[in-house]
């Protein structure tokens, strides 16, 4: 008996395909699968992005503000104090 309903189905099935446009092409669900995983790649990347975005200082060390300004110059590249970067928060 299953294979009297599965025959059944199988000719009902086969004009529905027959009436799909044979030179129109469609994604279908590999597709959609591709899509939603950049999708989601894209959300966790946007996400880590934020989460990093928030540990940055964008204020300006008072020494930075006066060099800047002409007040106080500093010589050669890096040296003297201040010179090392200070390391990341978090």
């Known amino acids: ?3 009297m309903s599965a025959s ?6 086969v004009p529905l395909a027959k009436e799909v446009d044979e030179n129109k ?3 279908g669900v ?4 591709v899509f939603a995983v ?4 894209v959300w966790g990347l946007m996400k880590s992005m ?3 975005m928030g540990k940055v200082t ?3 060390d008072p ?3 006066a060099a800047a300004s002409g007040g106080a110059e500093r010589t050669g590249s890096g040296s003297g104090s201040g010179g090392k970067a200070a390391p990341a928060k978090g």
Do not use: C, S, Y
């Open 1 to 3: 008996m299953p294979d």
């Open 8 to 13: 059944l189905a199988l000719t009902h099935l």
């Open 25 to 27: 092409v469609t994604p």
């Open 30 to 33: 590999l597709g959609f699968i």
């Open 38 to 41: 950049m999708a989601l790649a």
């Open 50 to 52: 934020n989460r990093h």
């Open 58 to 60: 964008f204020e300006q």
């Open 63 to 65: 020494e930075d503000k």
